[in-house]
């Protein structure tokens, strides 16, 4: 650096250079000729505020000529020689620099000098002023500068320099938990952000429940309150809602299961905070109502998150959800207030449609639809077919769901064919000279005359009895029967075919048109093809119902067919006849064996007797005219043999039905 110019002080008395006499006014000023860069190694040094200031004492001593240190960035001071015990010490100085400088002008002998130095820390922390201090809290003092430091529950912030409280933080997720400001119920802590959160599982709702003891600054400016300390309550999907003043919110039911609360208080003011105990409620479900027909457990009269609820129907219905069908219900009240299933219906069950009565039907004596309790009436189609041993069959829709009978019988009894009732009273009259049935009258005559001609007793809507000379030879032919006519030219006849011919075992078959010898065991079952469809006109014969050792009782009987009825004549008009019972030694006209299989009948006096054509025709009991429903008809015989010529001797031998009723009932249950 150069110096442009020196100013020496002028009541500083000029002597020789030499001269040690006067230093008093000893300073002058020394102006650069460029400004000084100032820098981290050069700096200025200030001045002393006021006069009189005391000098703080140092040392420097022996030195030649001159000594000079910055005071700005273009002055220096300067002291002279032979001055002892210089004192020169700066507070804010952190460089010196020394100028030693002599020349040949003064040829004594000088020692120099010696000059001990101390740098002395600057004390950043000494500030007595509390809004000045460079901490808020902890000041470290460090050579050359300071740190800052917080109490423990503070954090520095960013600044370095301002501690915070560390307050809130973490979650609570307990189910009830107290919360308090800072410090409460002492005045809260100034410059607070603490935020308390407060998570619960989904399902519970949190209530706030303040204490009395509430105080938070308040301030009014233009209608606005809680400007600069406040509590912030904040539920999710709701508004935020700030707290202040002396008045305590007291119970704050949020409805949700996580909170937000902020606590805030700037650098000014007092508060003396708050405290509150948090209490959790499950979360509620609608009453699920009523189920008709049907109950709701457990039965509470609120239902609160994770209960549960099962419906049962009362006997007789079932769980509907929509169209579908469920064995069992359960919903539970979920954690957003609704219960996971809606209520299923308890729908009335039913036994579906009832099972058809072959040849009878049934009809709802209470109930319908096929519904729970509906009762139905069984009956057969009468007066055609009956029941065994009833009239009619009731059931009921169990709640099983199947129709039961009143006495828990589940099989509906079969209808079985009305036998041995015609439609038309009659008397008198004779098939050989005898006189023609009406229609009706005799019903379960049947009629074939394809391959020879012969007649048939209706027995059942599937059977029919007839001689075995009359099928036999014919088991594997397609025969045809005729019933339900009086006239064997009839175009309408109900027609039915043979689907098997039975013949007792012990019948001495012979060839087709061959010469029969023995007619003992004469008798054949036909089972029809279809059954065969009963009415007015076509009607079964009864079978009889026990064992008789005579077998007209003493009485009159009838034969029916189709026969001769004049000499060499057959009739196209189905003839009958009443006749009775002989004794075989009454009846001896052809030479041929005669058993305890077979019976003798006919009438001497009439002339009435069955001939050729009415074979395997009935001859039954009672006497035609004379039936009832207590004396239905029988087929006590079958007509078999007799005298080559019709009309001889007014008899001939029937088959004694009685004695195969036990090969009949079970040929027809076998087949």
Known sequence: METEKIIIHPNYQRVGRDSPSNYDNDIALIKMSTRVPLGPHIRPVCLPKKKNEPVEEGTISDFQHLIFYFISNVLARSFLSNVNNITLISKVIHRLQLVFLTDNSNHQSHLGFTAFYQAVDIDECSSSSVENAPCSQICLNTLGSYLCACHHGYMLRADQRTCVLECGGGVHSELEGTISSPGFPDMSPLDLDCVYTISVQPGFMITLNFSQNFHIEQVYNQGQTCLFHWLQVSVQGKKPQKYCGRKSPEVLNTGAHFVQLEYHTDRYGQSQGWSLHYTTQRVQCPHPGIIGN???????????????????????????????????????????????LTLPECKIIDCGAPKLLLNGDFQFISGENNE???VIEYHCNEPYYRFKDTAKVTYRCAVERKWTEVNNNDIIPPCYPECGMNTELSVGGRVFGGMPARPGQIPWQLLHKTHTRGGASLISDYWALTAAHVVDGL??????????????????????????????????KVSFRGHQTNYDNDIALIKMSARVPLGPNIRPVCLPNKTRESVMEGTMGTVSGFGGFKEG??????????????????????????T??????????????????????????????HGTKEQRYEVRGIVSWGPVRCGQVSKAYYTKVQNYLGWIEETMTNN
């Open 596 to 625: 305890d299989n077979m019976f003798c009948a006919g009438d001497d006096v009439k002339h009435v007797d069955s001939c050729q054509g009415d074979s395997g025709g009935p001859l039954f009991f009672p006497m035609l005219g």
């Open 569 to 594: 004549l057959t009739s196209e008009i189905l003839q009958y006849g009443h006749i009775q019972e002989y004794s075989s030694k009454q009846c001896v006209f052809e030479d041929l064996p005669v």
């Open 372 to 374: 729970y309790l509906s």
């Open 475 to 508: 088991e594997n032919i397609n025969m045809t029967w005729l019933g339900g006519i009086i006239n064997a030219r009839n175009k309408n006849p109900v027609m039915m075919e043979a689907e098997k011919i039975i013949i007792h075992p012990n019948y001495q």
């Open 294 to 340: 049907g109950s709701i457990t457990p039965n509470f009269a609120q239902y609160l998150y994770r209960d549960y609820i099962h419906v049962r129907c009362k006997p007789g219905y079932k769980l509907m959800m929509g169209e579908k069908e469920i064995s069992s219900f359960k919903s539970i009240c979920q954690s957003n207030g609704k219960w996971h």
